[in-house]
């Protein structure tokens, strides 16, 4: 069975051709312009991946709404932005609504069909039966995979799953530097360098709303990042 992707772009011409790429690598799509054509879609069924446009006709930031509502329907459903709009802002208001993603028109068909890939073959980690490692317990942190859920100091941090993927992967070997390509592969993405950096500074941020006194994830400059169990 194909599995099923959403694309929600008010451009006909570029709705057309990202569609077109993805059935042609075996995917089945559907397509809406809006976010309200969207949404009440995604109410009736969801896909397994959605891939959103941050303006939607009128809509401004009609992508942004859309991820948030979306995301609260499927905590685990991955979404990529892929719009215009490139401002780093713009990429951390993305990520901190919840999306796997987020990628400008500039990107090749080949990157989005990659990433698409990627994102796929971490949703069917999750399938997989219980391992002992899916628990990880390292100083005052705590992240459960099957879950999908972070702690510290025994009080939730509300991360992403792209976020956990790569906390989980730091803390696993402390002191140990890894770089974004290993980060990438943890987390089963496939990402830019300027996406992982604002994935760390969301990391950060969602710590030290917990603890104010965070610091165990440390930058190795020019090779990566290392997580400092203290």
């Not at 991946?49 to 859309?66: C, K, N, P, T």
């Amino acid at each position: 069975m194909r599995r099923e992707i959403a694309i929600v772009e008010d451009e006909p011409a570029l709705q057309a051709n990202y569609k077109e790429v993805l059935e042609r690598n075996g995917y089945s799509v559907s397509a809406y312009a809006t976010r309200s054509e969207a949404l009440a879609a995604f109410k009736v069924g969801l896909p397994e991946l959605a891939i959103i446009d941050v303006g939607l006709g009128e809509e401004i930031e009609g992508g942004f709404e859309l991820c948030r509502e979306l995301r609260s329907m499927a905590p685990l459903l991955p979404i990529v932005f892929l719009t215009a709009r490139d401002s780093e802002l713009d990429t951390i208001s993305g990520l901190r609504l919840g999306a796997d993603d987020y990628l400008t028109k500039d990107v090749s068909l080949e990157q989005l069909v990659a990433r698409v890939v990627a994102l796929f073959r971490r949703l069917d980690a999750f399938s997989q039966p219980d391992l002992p490692e899916d628990i990880l317990h390292i100083g005052e942190l705590t992240i459960d995979l099957k879950r999908m859920s972070a702690g510290w100091q025994n009080k939730p941090v509300e991360l992403s799953v792209t976020e956990l993927w790569m906390v989980h992967v730091l803390a696993r070997h402390p002191g140990h530097v890894k770089s974004r390509q290993q980060l990438m592969d943890a987390a089963n993405v496939v990402l830019d360098d300027a996406t992982i950096t604002s994935h760390i500074k969301r990391i950060r941020k969602k710590f030290l709303l917990v603890d104010p006194q965070f610091d165990c994830i440390q930058t190795a400059y020019g090779m990566g990042y290392r997580w400092n169990s203290g």
